[in-house]
């Protein structure tokens, strides 16, 4: 697993019997994440691969690559990663790498998703599963559940919601993932 900052997706899968025994190693771009504490919690090995220790994105890219080898891992899951990985990284692993995003894709792709859903003034958005390709949350979707917006709904309250949503979603598909029941065809996800 891959995260940058607190973590509360990994928490909800390191609490997910059928999840937590797959998880071989939780890698952070940022040393003091509460993701690695939580991980470590739960006795999970980690590894922290800055960013300024490589020259640019592919190498940053690979770096994080090799650390997902060697541990054995055969699939990728980012929960709250905030680095865009380059095209050398999703070639390693094809269709093997899940994300989570707080919005309906194709709305509102990019690092501010709720902050652009509530600026357009949309009634209703929510989380979206997917799994990653070369683009910025663009690839073909395994998951979405919407969650209503409320007229006095702030970032801060529309996320929250958002994310007891995402805590519930992405237990169950990363578990039809570790169980090998996510295939794409054609660009599109078939769950068996
Ligand atoms: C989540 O809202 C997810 O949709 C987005 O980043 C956030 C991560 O939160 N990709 P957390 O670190 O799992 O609490």
Redesign the pocket.
């Known amino acids: 697993m891959l995260?940058s900052?607190?973590?509360?997706?990994?928490q909800a899968l390191l609490e997910t019997p059928a999840v937590r025994p797959h998880i071989a190693l939780v890698v952070s771009d940022r040393p003091g994440a509460r993701?690695l504490e939580r991980a470590i919690e739960h006795g999970v090995r980690t590894e922290t691969v800055l960013w300024a220790d490589s020259d640019d994105r592919d190498s940053f890219s690979m770096a994080v690559a090799d650390v997902v080898e060697a541990s054995g891992a055969k699939g990728v899951v980012l929960?709250?990663f905030m680095r865009i990985l380059g095209p050398t990284f999703i070639a390693r692993f094809p269709d093997r790498i899940l994300?989570?995003?707080?919005s309906i894709l194709p709305a509102f792709p990019g690092a501010h998703a709720v902050e652009a859903a509530l600026a357009h003034g949309v009634a209703v958005s929510g989380v979206t599963v997917h799994i990653v390709d070369e683009g910025v949350d663009t690839g073909p979707i395994v998951a979405q559940v919407p969650v209503g917006v409320d007229p006095d709904d702030t970032v801060k309250t529309l996320?929250a919601r958002?994310?007891r949503v995402?805590h519930r979603v992405y237990p169950d598909v990363v578990t039809a993932f570790v169980e090998g029941r996510i295939e794409v065809v054609d660009r599109k996800v078939v769950l068996r």
Do not use: D, K, M
């Open positions: 995260a900052g607190s973590g509360s997706n990994l993701a929960a709250g994300n989570i995003h707080p996320h958002i994310q995402e």
